[in-house]
């Protein structure tokens, strides 16, 4: 027989230094995938649904919330008019806390973990702050340059994650996959070069954004590394969401003045804004959950494939409802950074079946 998987053996693992995923930059490291009786014991919503069709919805809802977030916070920022990154970011964060408490506490989606030293707080804390960063200048990008332009920089993650790991751990990858990375930064220049909405500020910040999550993912992998100290990614965002929130209210009232009273006088005028910045909140922290989801029924692998086909069907569905427009060499540039992600991610099985083996 083998023996199934515990949360705590479960939590040896940690695939953070290999962030191929191009998900959307508020979504955090997702762990393997339990067997089906932790499944089973953790999870009971759905179960009269067969496994097949429930698989099918959760990627979905996937799809659904990940795409959704990204042309809510672009709607917001660059059409409605609501100029708020920061704060909008910190809305997230408060509604990523309290759904999590909940879920955890209540609905006991997975086992409560909790923070054991005062040095593991301060490790959660200053990745509560590249999580911030990231987060923010995500949101901020959208308000500059179109989503199918932001998705295509977000898809040069790897190269990111690969630089960091080699700067920071000295971890080299073999001449295969570093060359795999060529198509990732030749198809990213090719769409800057042919953007006809480019901005540079916003072009910056969303490389910061893209740099930002694979620097997170990195030190994730370092900080985070005793048995006692990694936390399930839910359980993670529990804590970090909070954190997260304190450190940007004071950059949002420093650098967006009186946010908060200016948000509740459009309230009064429209209320529609409170249905858009409650619903996009909710939507922030559904792309999380249903990462942990699909994660938990199908594979991490399949959350990669899942995102590389999220960024070009993203990119498709907003050039569709905000009219941007594009060049045919801007959509070549965006296919050859996706290849480019796509062998990157094969060439690192690869290398990894080939360590294996010796």
């Keep these: 027989m083998v023996e199934a998987q515990t949360w705590t053996t479960r939590r040896m693992s940690n695939p953070r230094l290999d962030s191929t995923a191009t998900v959307d930059h508020e979504v955090l490291d997702i762990p393997v995938t339990p067997t089906a009786d932790v499944r089973n014991n953790i999870y009971t919503v759905g179960s009269h649904l067969s496994p097949n069709l429930l698989t099918v919805l959760i990627i979905a809802s996937w799809f659904t919330s990940n ?30 806390a309290s759904y999590s408490y909940v879920t955890i506490n ?14 593991q707080f301060l490790k959660i804390f200053a990745l509560s702050l590249i999580f911030c960063f990231s987060v923010v200048c995500g949101n901020t990008s959208l ?27 000295c971890k080299k990858e073999s001449a295969e996959v570093y060359f795999a ?31 930002g999550r694979a ?45 908060m009273s200016i948000t509740l006088e459009k309230a009064r005028s429209d ?40 960024a070009a069907l993203a990119a498709c569905v907003s050039v569709m409802i905000f009219r941007n427009p594009v060049t045919l060499m801007g959509m070549t ?8 992600v796509v062998l990157y991610s094969e060439s690192k099985k690869r290398s990894k079946a080939q360590l294996a083996a010796h």
């Design 333 to 340: 540039g965006f296919a050859v950074t996706i290849m480019g």
């Design 143 to 169: 308000r500059y340059i179109p989503v199918s332009f932001n998705q295509s920089i977000g898809a040069t993650t790897p190269f990111f994650t690969a630089i960091f790991a080699f700067l920071i751990t």
């Design 215 to 259: 620097l997170k993912s990195v030190v994730q992998g370092i900080l985070l590394t005793s048995e006692a100290e990694k936390l399930h990614s839910m359980n993670l965002l529990l804590y970090m969401a909070p954190m997260a929130a304190m450190i940007l209210l004071p950059f949002t009232l420093y650098i967006e003045g009186n946010v």
């Design 67 to 96: 795409i959704g977030v990204l042309l809510l916070n672009k709607y917001l920022l660059s059409f409605y008019g609501y100029r708020y990154p920061i704060f909008l970011t910190m809305l997230h964060m408060i509604s990523c």
């Design 271 to 310: 209320s529609f804004i409170v249905f858009l910045l409650l619903g996009n909140a909710t939507v922030a922290y559904l792309v999380n959950l249903t990462n942990f989801l699909v994660t938990k029924h199908t594979s991490a692998l399949t959350l990669q494939v899942l995102g590389n086909a999220k």
């Design 181 to 211: 990375l060529l198509p990732v930064v030749f198809g990213i220049v090719l769409a800057s070069n042919s953007e006809p909405l480019f901005n540079l500020f916003g072009f910056l910040v969303c490389i910061g954004s893209t740099a």
């Design 106 to 119: 209540f609905l006991e989606t997975v086992p409560r973990q909790h923070i054991l030293s005062r040095k």
